[in-house]
């Protein structure tokens, strides 16, 4: 629908209050509330559709695929287990976490363990597992190494399993198999994504 204005470059003098409200209207009346023709789907092709986006840095419009934004889906959850001046001990539910509804459907991308004061002579060793499920959720436990405070550089890195899925409600145990000694803290992280 056009909209119709009084231009002042057009009338020659300058527009009254009526014109200048009247032109208001008119501009309000006709914006476009909905896209057309734009329609919703319930799936999406990771090779071929795409987020469209401008780049002002570059003064380009740019798309990134969605096999490419993947860090956008995941959600981390780090649960402080041992505060950063005691020793963690060893067994089964040193604490639990409940899964909250926004993790529903979710399943357990990655995780990592970090204490704040090094072991020594051996590894530290955490298992996750649901215990709603009855499942452990890591086929290689979590592995701290010795004389080293993050998982992150461990020679053996954690594996999720094929129990890492995680509904509503779910309640996760936060089991110690082995702790180092002189070992202070334990943090655990935790990404879910949605594959």
Same mark, same amino acid.
């Given at each position: 629908?056009?909209?119709?204005? =009084?231009? &002042? ?12 409200? /009247? ?6 009346? %006709?914006?476009?509330?909905?896209? $057309? %023709?734009? #329609? #919703? ?19 380009? @419009? &740019? /798309? ?9 889906? $995941? &959600? ?48 530290? @060793?955490?298992?996750?597992? %649901?215990?709603?499920?009855? $499942? ?46 002189? =070992? ?12």
């Amino acid at each position: 629908m056009a909209t119709t204005l =009084t231009l &002042r470059e057009v009338k020659g003098s300058p527009l009254t209050f009526a014109e200048m409200d /009247a032109n208001l209207t008119s501009i309000d009346d %006709n914006k476009q509330e909905v896209i $057309q %023709n734009l #329609t #919703t789907d319930s799936t999406i092709d990771e090779t071929t559709d795409k987020f469209s986006f401008y780049d002002t840095s570059s003064g380009t @419009t &740019r /798309a990134i695929l969605p096999k490419n934004v993947s860090t956008f889906a $995941q &959600r981390t959850v780090i649960i402080k287990c041992v505060a950063d001046t005691i020793g963690p001990s060893v067994g089964n539910g040193i604490t639990h976490f409940v899964i909250p509804s926004t993790l529903d459907g979710k399943v357990l991308y990655s995780a990592q363990a970090h204490v704040y004061t090094v072991g020594t002579g051996s590894l530290t @060793t955490v298992q996750l597992h %649901n215990l709603t499920e009855g $499942q452990d959720m890591l086929s290689t436990a979590i592995t701290i190494d010795a004389s080293e405070k993050d998982s992150s550089t461990a020679a053996t890195p954690s594996v999720t399993g094929p129990n890492n899925g995680v509904s509503t409600d779910d309640v996760i145990r936060i089991d110690v198999d082995v702790v180092a000694s002189n =070992t202070l803290g334990l943090e655990i992280r935790m990404v879910f994504t949605s594959s």
